[in-house]
């Protein structure tokens, strides 16, 4: 795990020395990604430079380092992530003439390109990465990210210079530098918590899609860099539906539990200390067991746990510890200590993110960073084996809706809202003594507008980005903004699957997943120097996953029946069996209690109206329901924190 940075100044007007300068003060603001050691290349001639900073893993010697050059003097590459299956390719290599000074998989990478150019050597690489290969024969830039989006890479123009780097804050570091927020990412973020993928909080600057090639050529013009997608989740989904695993129970249980083991086995290479987070639920003590399973040695968990019971899963990772026999550390954290993380979230994630389970997951890390430096995680077994009770509940509500003309839900939708939710509210209370106690609902105007809301959606993918949505209506709330399409809201992107909750997943899959999940993961780890590897998104188990029929998934109406079968092979289902939990933090209570007074001084409407980003009064509304306990807006009101601090730092 590293942090790359690079740039390629097409006016040729910094001097040698200049290019030199900028390259390392761009990689040196990705310190904590990399803090064992700091490297540049630079081709002056042509305006190009790569800058790197190392978290050594694997072949912790110099001849790891890199910027590297490959063997026969044609590319230099910068390279965040691991290949899990290099040593397969470097044994195919050497097979075929090549020859290595050392033992990474970067110099892996770099003989792949010269034996089979990009395309076909990003196709045969397993594992997280994002990359920049530079071509000095054709005086090409080539930029490419994993399949799923476990590694970063944002991109951009700044003038006449293109400029790439893992972070915002490299990009930053450019002397050309000028980042005007973009009101229509801000929109995004408003819905989703998250700026979906390709767009950033800053005008012109992008992030690489998952799958993804670019290629910039001296002939690009600075709106026009070639992409090529080289794996499509859209087409894995859709292919391993058609073509269904046709085996039986038993027989897929055995494959799911083939698959993780040799996965899990490969990611458990590393030439530094190793150790996984461990929650207690089905997915990370299914990757704890395959570890513990196939180790000689007691592995490395790390679990944190809070003294508030709705929030704490502490206990039951210590149990799932004890019965599989890891050396396990856990850390009761008070809310002063969770609190503390608040004003470092900005720095963190140099763009605003708003997933509060953003705190918790610094923690942990934090945590394992004290004796590992390399953690397994079990993110993305949701999304493949249907885990979220947000599945269910929509499949429910399409169930019941869905059946209807749309026309008719349409008018039943608009006949409902002519009233407001207090106006509603006063009727239910004129009624109130002659109804029974079953009928007495607690805002009712406020029910029947979220009923109408749902009612008046055209299809069930519509519905479900309601229910996923926080801002419903973010162009109202952002000032000038217009909220673009992304993949959650572009019907083109949708996929042509039979079932709905197939289609929910595969939505989470190339939206909530990369953009939320791996973000969050990703820049807590990166914060304290840890390397995360997250075994479930190898591409050979979401190939497979897509490929296991519905009734494996979900089972009797439990979620992930597949994957428990193969957890119960190692750990008593008696230890497992709960309520899914989630990883969360008690925001509501907080922004009420000890984070009031920071709170309102983001959001006093004075500030709001001379910053000009927001229409405040549905802010205020919001945060005086909250304050009162009237409502709980939590996720609504982090959303505007988390832009506003991000505001203050960064201007």
């Not at 990003?122 to 994002?130: K, N």
């Not at 008593?572 to 907080?590: C, N, T, Y």
């Amino acid at each position: 795990m590293c942090g790359i940075a690079g740039l390629w100044d097409k006016s040729k007007k910094l001097s040698t020395d200049q290019i030199w300068q900028t390259i390392q003060r761009m990689s040196d603001t990705l310190q904590l990604r990399g803090p064992d050691n700091r490297g540049s290349w630079v081709e002056a001639e042509v305006g190009i430079a790569l800058g790197h900073r190392r978290l050594a893993i694997v072949d912790l010697s110099p001849e790891g380092d890199q910027p590297m050059v490959s063997a026969d003097d044609h590319y230099v590459i910068v390279f965040n992530g691991e290949i899990y299956n290099f040593l397969e390719l470097r044994s195919q290599l050497e097979q075929l003439g090549h020859w290595f000074r050392g033992d990474s998989d970067t110099e892996v990478m770099l003989a792949s390109f010269s034996q089979w150019g990009l395309d076909a050597a990003v196709r045969r690489f397993t594992g997280m990465f994002a990359f920049a290969l530079w071509d000095r024969k054709e005086r090409v830039l080539h930029l490419g990210r994993d399949r799923l989006g476990e590694k970063p890479l944002y991109y951009g123009w700044m003038g006449q210079t293109f400029l790439f780097a893992s972070e915002l804050k490299a990009l930053k570091a450019h002397p050309h530098w000028q980042g005007k927020i973009d009101r229509n990412s801000l929109a995004l973020f408003m819905r989703h918590n998250y700026i979906p993928t390709p767009y950033s909080i800053y005008q012109g600057i992008y992030k690489l899609p998952p799958g993804t090639t670019l290629t910039i050529n001296p002939d690009n013009s600075e709106f026009s860099p070639a992409q090529i997608s080289y794996w499509s989740a859209k087409s894995v989904a859709e292919s391993g539906v058609t073509q269904p695993f046709s085996g039986n129970d038993i027989e897929a249980i055995e494959r799911l539990d083939s698959l993780l083991r040799d996965t899990i086995s490969k990611q458990m290479v590393a030439d530094v200390p190793l150790g996984a987070f461990l929650s207690g639920g089905v997915d990370s003590s299914t990757v704890v067991a395959l570890m513990q399973a196939q180790s000689s040695q007691p592995v490395k968990t790390f679990t944190i746990g809070f003294n508030e019971d709705n929030y704490n899963e502490a206990k039951y990772a210590k149990a799932v510890a004890q019965h599989l026999g890891t050396d396990h550390t856990e850390l009761y954290v008070t809310p002063t200590d969770a609190i503390a993380v608040i004003p470092k979230l900005p720095t963190f994630y140099d763009e605003p993110f708003a997933d509060s389970s953003q705190i918790p997951t610094f923690l942990v890390a934090k945590l394992a960073r004290n004796q590992v430096t390399v953690s397994l995680s079990g993110d993305g077994a949701d999304e493949l084996f249907a885990g979220y009770k947000r599945y269910s509940l929509g499949r429910r509500i399409w169930q019941k809706i869905g059946w209807m003309p749309y026309n008719f839900r349409s008018l039943v939708a608009s006949t409902l809202t002519r009233r407001s939710p207090q106006a509603w509210n006063y009727t239910f209370s004129s009624l109130d003594s002659l109804l029974p106690e079953t009928l007495k609902q607690q805002n009712p105007g406020d029910k029947l507008h979220k009923l109408a809301e749902v009612l008046a959606v055209e299809n069930p993918e519509a519905m479900y980005t309601g229910l996923v949505s926080h801002w419903k209506q973010p162009e109202a709330l952002v000032l000038g903004s217009s909220e673009p399409l992304t993949a959650l809201t572009n019907p083109q992107h949708w996929t042509n699957l039979p079932a709905f909750t197939q289609r929910m997943m595969y939505l989470d899959t190339v939206t909530y997943l990369p953009d939320d999940i791996l973000v969050k993961v990703d820049r807590a780890t990166m914060a304290v120097s840890l390397e995360a590897r997250v075994p479930f998104l190898d591409h050979q188990i979401v190939e497979f996953a897509w490929q296991i029929p519905l009734s494996l998934k979900v089972r009797h109406g439990q979620s992930k029946w597949l994957l428990r079968q193969v957890l119960s092979q190692y750990v008593p289902p008696s230890l497992i069996e709960r309520p899914k939990m989630g990883f969360g933090v008690p925001i509501g209570d907080w922004l009420r209690g000890p984070l009031q007074d920071w709170t309102q001084s983001l959001l006093e409407e004075k500030r709001l109206q001379q910053e000009g980003f927001f229409n405040p009064q549905p802010i205020r509304q919001k945060w005086e329901q909250h304050l009162a306990g009237d409502r709980n807006w939590q996720y609504h009101l982090w959303d505007v924190l988390m832009f506003q601090a991000w505001l203050e730092e960064n201007y």
